[in-house]
């Protein structure tokens, strides 16, 4: 896999990026070619497996049926480090957020057969789980109010059988959720809730305690399934109103996203915070480090990884 291209190769249109702001979000769009995704799923998932190098324990991170020790391996795997870089994504990214871009985290989402679907949520500071502001805008950005830019790749394949995201357009520039209230984790409702008619969760919490108005019932009708091909991403904010579908079971095929997630870096990562707490459990950053992918950071408040545990540099467009 090449990262060489000439610079904003892969950024969007004036046409897209108007429609990205209208809608919230922007693709799919290729970043591997279908067999090459398979080809290398096929042996990062094995490499995944030695987890001797990952800047989070097993034993610190394990919690119910979310891991947080599935955050942030591209800290530790040369491939997702290569990922959180690759220019086809970050191109992108640099021409909403502007030049100066890092990745903050990732995460893997997996779901398999007969797992429920993801609650209706918006997210901005990522306090709806741990309680503590996680990214901190500074107010000075003229982009946009908070949250991050997500890139959800499809490293199998995602559609309405296998659990595929779903979207509300346009729903991305008012929060219905406040994030500065308490979510009660209990890993006894995972699987277990139906709403609106279909199992939904938020892995042991249940998103509609942090609703503005209690009678908010996200509008359904207007949803739009995020079907996608191994390879394809998606790209939106994190305020957009989105979730996702059960996993039917009519496949035995696992459905796996890896989500990167971008802000200036004029932007605060974990501020006043030594470790994370949330889905039951907890796990220190004293390894972690937010990857410059893009520009140049004039700004000395967070942490900056240039290379992975293993010593594979990041690239920076």
């Known amino acids: 896999m090449t990262q060489k291209a000439a610079p904003g190769e892969f950024a969007l ?16 769009f290729k970043v591997y070619e279908v ?33 947080i020790s ?16 690759n220019p086809r994504i970050t191109d992108k990214v640099a021409g909403v957020l502007g030049p100066d871009v890092l990745c903050w985290r990732t995460e893997f989402f997996p779901k398999y057969p007969g ?10 500071t990522f306090a709806n789980a741990s309680g503590s502001p996680q990214i901190v805008w500074s107010g000075d950005e003229l982009v946009h109010f908070g949250g991050t830019l997500t890139v959800w790749t499809a490293f199998t394949a995602a559609n309405e059988d296998t659990g595929c995201l779903q979207f509300i357009p346009g729903t991305h520039q008012k929060m219905m959720y406040d994030e500065t209230k308490k979510m009660h984790y ?28 209690r009678d908010f019932v996200p509008d359904e009708s207007k949803a739009v399934p995020m079907v996608m091909r191994p390879g394809e991403a998606i790209m939106f904010w994190s305020t957009l109103m989105h979730a996702s579908l059960p996993h039917n079971g009519r496949t035995d095929e696992m459905r796996l996203g890896f989500a990167n997630r971008y802000v200036p870096t004029s932007v605060r990562v974990y501020p006043d915070t030594t470790e994370i707490i949330e889905y039951g459990g907890r796990v220190s950053l004293e390894r972690f480090g937010s990857v410059l992918v893009s520009g140049t950071n004039e700004y000395d408040h967070n942490v900056i990884a240039t290379k992975t545990t293993t010593g594979h540099p990041f690239t920076t467009r």
């Not at 080809?39 to 979310?66: C, F, K, P």
């Not at 942030?72 to 990922?83: K, P, Q, T």
């Not at 797992?115 to 901005?124: L, N, P, R, S």
């Open 13 to 28: 249109t004036p046409d897209e990026l108007a429609k990205f702001h209208a809608d919230g979000f922007f693709g799919p």
């Open 186 to 213: 209990d890993p006894d409702r995972i699987n277990a809730e139906v709403k609106g008619g279909i199992r939904r969760g938020f892995f042991g919490y249940d998103y509609r305690e942090l609703q503005i108005d």
């Open 70 to 85: 599935n955050y942030d391996r591209h800290l530790d795997n040369d491939f997702l480090a290569d990922h959180v870089c």
């Open 115 to 124: 797992d429920e679907g993801t609650d209706w949520h918006q997210a901005d």
């Open 35 to 67: 067999e090459e995704m398979r080809r290398i799923w096929r042996t990062e998932r094995l490499a995944l497996m030695d987890r001797s190098n990952a800047v989070y324990q097993e034993e610190a991170a394990q919690s119910g049926n979310t891991n």
